[in-house]
């Protein structure tokens, strides 16, 4: 079966015709961030695992379904086992999750300036991050769970308040609101 060459960023870039690369870089980056945020620091194991479901052009889900039917090499098997079993090993964020470690991310690389630097980027809108994420997916760059949509990242909060009221409020913490968790 042959396989789908790799993409680009610069491929990215023109699928999606609306934002530049360091829109893409900033949300890739994000993204580790969240995951590390709503998950802890990734392991040794689960790096090797997310390389082998890259090599193997697999999902977490297929690695969870080949699991338990028994139809894993012994050395994944036994990697999965030492890593806590496979509920342990997904490190999917939500859109929500995402959108807010996003706008963590920002302010703690720009501070006041976060909001300014997104909307240079045509990034006006939590939508905007699902658009990219969503770029991602369709180009087989960044895998997605049955239950992803981009409405997900719809309204997820307003760019006026996530990224100006901290200042306004004149402390900016790390935590979305009270109303963003779910």
């Known amino acids: ?7 680009t960023l610069e491929d990215l870039v023109k699928h999606l015709g609306r934002y530049p690369d360091q ?18 620091e990734e392991t040794p194991i689960q790096r090797q695992l ?22 894993l090499p012994e050395p994944v098997v036994e990697a999965i ?6 509920e342990k090993l997904n490190r ?6 995402l959108c807010w470690g996003l706008r963590d991310y920002a302010l703690g690389r720009w501070g006041m300036l976060a909001r300014v630097v997104l909307e240079s980027w ?12 969503f770029g991602f997916i369709d180009l087989n760059m960044m895998q997605k769970q049955p239950e992803d949509t981009i409405e997900d990242f719809d309204e997820v ?15 900016l913490d790390n935590e979305p609101p009270p109303e963003a968790e779910e």
Not at 1 to 6: L, R
């Open 92 to 97: 999917h964020v939500t859109g929500r999750e």
């Open 157 to 171: 909060y307003s760019f006026a308040e996530a990224f100006d009221e901290p200042f306004r409020a004149g402390l």
């Open 50 to 71: 997310h390389e082998y479901l890259a090599g193997q052009q697999m999902d977490w889900h297929d690695l969870i379904a080949k699991y338990h039917a028994g139809q």
């Open 23 to 40: 829109a893409f870089l900033f949300v890739r980056e994000g993204l580790s961030y969240a995951a590390e945020r709503v998950h802890g």
């Open 81 to 86: 086992d030492a890593a806590g079993g496979v």
């Open 1 to 7: 079966m042959p396989t789908e060459p790799a993409h």
């Open 122 to 133: 045509n990034i006006r809108c939590s939508r905007d991050f699902g658009r990219i994420v």
